[in-house]
């Protein structure tokens, strides 16, 4: 298997979980924060969806969905569009509320379709390339894919977690 196929398969399997924890999902369920402090649903598929499209546009060159095909104004939070939810407090992670679960899938499949046509153009000597000078030691393409992949994926159980333990009430 390609490179780009792993990383394709990787970031397939964070779409299914994303779409098996909103199918059917009421929006009671998406918003409901299952203790103090703790995140809901919404919040964290939300988050999932902006780390990803934050850190795939940031290597691929350019502009993140959220901001290019109008997510940021559609969902209407009180934000900044740059915000992807790293270090959010309760109160900020509550801000994040009354999105529906079409809409949370919709902006996630925009991001994962934007994924894949990245992921597809790459080969393995690209992974060695230098993507963020700010880390010592410098983080390289293929550590902060992983990295994405990795956050996605204890998010998206995280979500299912949440999901059974609102359902098991």
């Known amino acids: 298997m390609e490179v780009s196929g792993v990383?394709?398969?990787?970031?397939?399997?964070?779409?299914?979980?994303?779409?098996?924890?909103?199918?059917?999902l009421s929006q009671e369920g998406l918003d409901a924060r299952p203790g103090p402090g703790a995140n809901s649903i919404g919040w964290l598929v939300w988050h999932i969806a902006r780390v990803q499209d934050d850190h795939v546009a940031g290597v691929a060159g350019r502009e993140q969905n959220w901001t290019a095909d109008g997510w940021h104004e559609r969902f209407g939070l009180a934000?900044?569009?740059?915000?992807?939810?790293?270090?959010?407090t309760s109160e900020?992670?509550?801000?994040?509320?009354?999105?529906?679960a079409e809409e949370l899938r919709d902006y996630y499949d925009a991001v994962h379709a934007a994924t894949l046509e990245y992921v597809g153009t790459l080969a393995a000597v690209d992974l060695d390339r230098i993507v963020d000078t700010s880390w010592d030691p410098p983080v390289t393409?293929?550590?902060?894919?992983?990295?994405?992949?990795?956050?996605?994926?204890?998010?998206?159980?995280?979500?299912?977690?949440?999901?059974?333990?609102?359902?098991?009430?």
């Not at 900020?92 to 529906?100: D, M, P």
């Open 79 to 88: 934000l900044t569009p740059v915000d992807i939810g790293y270090g959010h």
């Open 7 to 24: 990383f394709a398969d990787a970031f397939s399997r964070v779409q299914e979980e994303v779409h098996a924890v909103l199918d059917g």
């Open 141 to 169: 393409l293929g550590v902060r894919l992983v990295s994405v992949v990795n956050d996605n994926q204890q998010h998206t159980g995280q979500a299912a977690y949440v999901r059974g333990l609102l359902e098991s009430r």
């Open 92 to 100: 900020q992670a509550g801000l994040v509320s009354g999105i529906t």
